[in-house]
């Protein structure tokens, strides 16, 4: 498999020869070596992407839809061989990479179509001597830069729309995924995009590559999915040359159980929202709130369920949680989970690294239950990004309202409820940009996707994902 840079359409080394290893968490097995990029690659980057944006923006929008459709096409028939892949690479469930695969596909599909529909304005003049028109126009080339934890979906839902607005694109995905990424890249060259639409570098440290392009006046667009703290250091690089930003960062997910909820399938619900991934996504359920009255019984059917789940390595049957990505996720979710039982969490089930014969090359850590988690711990604060649920107890609406609002993060709750009112209340007052009411997985390519607050900047998906990458013109004609 190619593990070079592709750069202006060539799959080329860095310019200084490096490489670097990629490692498979659930075994520590290094699986592959790729490039690994520097400044002086980004420059060339640039210069490829600024060319290519010359023509590419100018090509009509079918063109570029039906490109975009045969790179969903070759996605698709690729399926099974990039879901193996990013299993590989990433850990999670060979059954969830599937899952993935078909939704970052989803993206492409989505922006082959509204490609052809980005339409302008007459706006009614003052004068009769006068005719107002409003344009959109692509940006110009984009940087985008990409997390571990959906090695697929989060460049497909960058790229695709960037690309069906007129844009170019340089983008860095995450050192400890680069392999999907190239992957993907193949089979957009083998769909037919022109040299320098798409260009792909893999870099081990981001910082220097980061900074070039982050500062480059040529670059006009960052689009970044990542850690709060990332986003905002990018953020602070971007002002210099005012680029256009979107930040899709970090979230801290409520998820209410009130007692009218139709229990087993809010037990389901918050399985399918915490466990997904190991528990490693930016939506996943990170404080469980049940209401007093149902909090013992929902407990024990949480817990009987949970204490089933099979964790093991994503490519064996059967498996539904993964390895942790690396050694240092592992710490993290020791270090909330200590920190919660030694402030007075009460320990339902897990608790514990997995560390003997089975899994002792890989970074796993046994499905959690916490109860009685309160605010002073950091596991009510921080994200943990790994398998253990917290969980509360509340008495009111307005109380479970006041707790679930967030001072830093609003990108995802969800609530669990049989009554109609309480779930419109409920969707109105919280202060998240995407809530799922009795839907554990919102997700999809047609709907806005992003946070209030320190969660981020825009929305990716539907037509709002195509915003981004579009600058208004407005024309005034004199006749
Ligand atoms: P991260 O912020 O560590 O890294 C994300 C990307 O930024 C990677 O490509 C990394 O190489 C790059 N990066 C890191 N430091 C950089 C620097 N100093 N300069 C330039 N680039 C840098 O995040 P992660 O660990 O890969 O992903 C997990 C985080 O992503 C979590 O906080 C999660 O909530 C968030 N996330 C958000 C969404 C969303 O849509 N809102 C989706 C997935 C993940």
């Keep these: 498999m190619e593990h070079r840079l592709y750069i202006n359409g060539q799959w080329r080394e860095a310019a200084d020869k490096k490489r670097f290893p990629v490692t498979n ?6 699986i592959g070596e790729v490039a690994d990029a520097s400044a002086d690659d980004a420059k060339l980057a640039v210069e490829a992407a600024y060319q290519a944006f010359k023509s590419w923006s100018q090509e009509t929008a079918r063109t570029r839809s039906i490109l975009l459709y045969k790179w969903y096409q070759l996605i698709v028939q690729h399926a099974n061989e990039l879901a193996n892949l990013m299993t590989t690479e990433q850990g999670k469930p060979l059954k969830e990479a599937e899952g993935e695969v078909l939704y970052a596909a989803d993206f492409v599909l989505w922006y082959a179509e509204e490609a052809k529909r980005i339409y302008g304005d007459l706006i009614p003049a003052s004068s009769s001597s006068k005719r107002l028109q409003v344009i959109h126009q692509p940006v110009g080339p984009v940087f985008a830069i990409t997390p571990w934890n959906f090695p697929a979906a989060m460049i497909t839902r960058k790229i695709a729309p960037a690309l069906a607005a007129g844009c170019t694109v340089i983008v860095k995905p995450s050192e400890e995924t680069p392999l999907t990424a190239i992957r993907l890249v193949q089979l957009a060259e083998e769909a037919g995009f022109p040299a320098g639409v798409i260009n792909l570098v893999t870099v081990s440290d ?43 960062l970090g979230g801290h997910a409520p998820f209410i159980v009130f007692s009218d909820a139709d229990l087993d399938q809010a037990v389901d619900g918050v399985i399918a929202s915490k466990f997904r991934n190991a528990g490693q996504t930016c939506v996943c359920a990170n ?56 402030k007075g969490a009460r320990l339902v089930c897990g608790g ?36 253990v649920a917290p969980v509360y107890s509340f008495r009111t609406e307005e109380e479970v309202l006041e707790l679930a609002n967030h001072p830093e993060y609003g990108l995802a709750a969800y609530v669990y409820t049989s009554d109609l009112g309480r779930s419109v209340r409920m969707s109105e007052k919280l202060e998240y940009g995407i809530v799922g009411i009795n839907d554990p997985i919102p997700s999809v390519a047609q709907a806005p996707f992003g946070g209030f607050k320190q969660s981020g ?13 579009l600058e208004i013109k407005y024309v005034s004609v004199q006749i």
């Design 206 to 248: 981001p910082r220097e590559v980061s900074d070039l392009l982050l500062s480059h006046p040529l670059v006009r667009k960052v689009t970044f999915t990542g850690s709060t703290e990332v986003g905002k250091l990018l953020m602070r690089k971007s002002a210099d040359t005012v680029k256009r930003v979107s930040l899709e």
């Design 457 to 469: 900047l825009g929305r990716e998906g539907g037509k709002y994902g195509l915003e981004e990458f």
């Design 287 to 342: 404080r469980i709130f049940v209401e007093e009255s149902i909090l013992e019984s929902f407990l024990q059917k949480f817990r009987t369920k949970v204490e089933q789940l099979q964790v093991g390595q994503g490519q064996q049957q059967g498996v539904e949680i993964g390895p942790l990505i690396n050694r240092d996720a592992v710490e993290k979710v020791e270090r909330h989970v200590q920190d919660a039982l030694e």
């Design 25 to 30: 968490p659930a075994t520590g097995e290094i």
């Design 352 to 387: 514990q690294r997995l560390l003997d014969d089975k899994y002792k090359h890989g970074h796993f850590y046994q499905p959690t239950i916490l109860a009685d988690v309160t605010r002073d711990m950091l596991i009510s604060k921080e994200e943990t990004f790994g398998p």
